[in-house]
C-alpha cells in the first residue's frame, strides 16, 4: 500500500495528519482511543478497526496544510 500524504494542521509533528491511500481511504493519524468509556460508545466496530482521537477544533478537513505550503 503507497501513501499520499494529504495535509496536517501541525508546525511541530503533532497530529492529526491525513494520507490517502492508493486504493483511495483515508488514513488518520492522531493518539490512539484509549477512555474505556467512550470506546464502549462506539458502534458496530469491526475485528482490526481502531480509532484514534483528534481535537474537535481542528480545521484539517477544510484546510489541510500540505506539504507544498509548509515551506
Known sequence: ???KFIGTTSDDGK???LYETDDGRIVVQGYRLTDEEA????RDVLP???FVSCRGNSSLASHPRS???RT
Open 15 to 17: 497530529c492529526p495528519t
Open 1 to 3: 500500500m503507497q501513501l
Open 39 to 42: 470506546l464502549e460508545q462506539l
Open 67 to 69: 506539504e507544498s505550503r
Open 48 to 50: 482490526g478497526e481502531t
